[in-house]
Nanobody
Framework: QVQLVESGGGLVQAGGSLRLSCAASGRTFSNNIMGWFRQAPGKEREFVATIRWIDTYTDYSDSVKGRFTISRDNANNTVYLQMNSLKPEDTALYYC?????????????????WGQGTQVTVAS
């Protein structure tokens, strides 16, 4: 079955950078959209970025556009989220997710596979 395992979270000062990784296994993902979502304490889970595996076309939320970059490594079946110029408001539990099909969506309900999450804390 599909497994998504996140890593790379941690504590960083404002203005710093982190790179999250999502190791995907269980099948090939050429017909999938891969995404990152986040959930801050007391808030709903929200869309961050997605990438279409087959052509690496991407979509970003306005709050991270220009600071975060989503990418994928086909050989290692891994999706990355490079986060630069981090702000305290980026503090959250970050989840990797996968959606069957090639159509983009920002809805949580559109993604059927989820990892356990990795914590990112940005200190001011």
């Amino acid at each position: 079955q599909v497994q998504l395992v996140e890593s790379g979270g941690g504590l960083v000062q404002a203005g710093g950078s982190l790179r999250l990784s999502c190791a995907a296994s269980g099948r090939t993902f050429s017909n999938n959209i891969m995404g990152w979502f986040r959930q801050a304490p007391g808030k709903e889970r929200e869309f961050v970025a997605t990438i279409r595996w087959i052509d690496t076309y991407t979509d970003y939320s306005d709050s991270v556009k220009g600071r975060f970059t989503i990418s994928r490594d086909n050989a290692n079946n891994t999706v990355y989220l490079q986060m630069n110029s981090l702000k305290p408001e980026d503090t959250a539990l970050y989840y990797c997710a996968a959606r069957d099909g090639l159509g983009f969506s920002r809805r949580i309900s559109a993604f059927g596979y989820w990892g356990q999450g990795t914590q990112v804390t940005v200190a001011s």
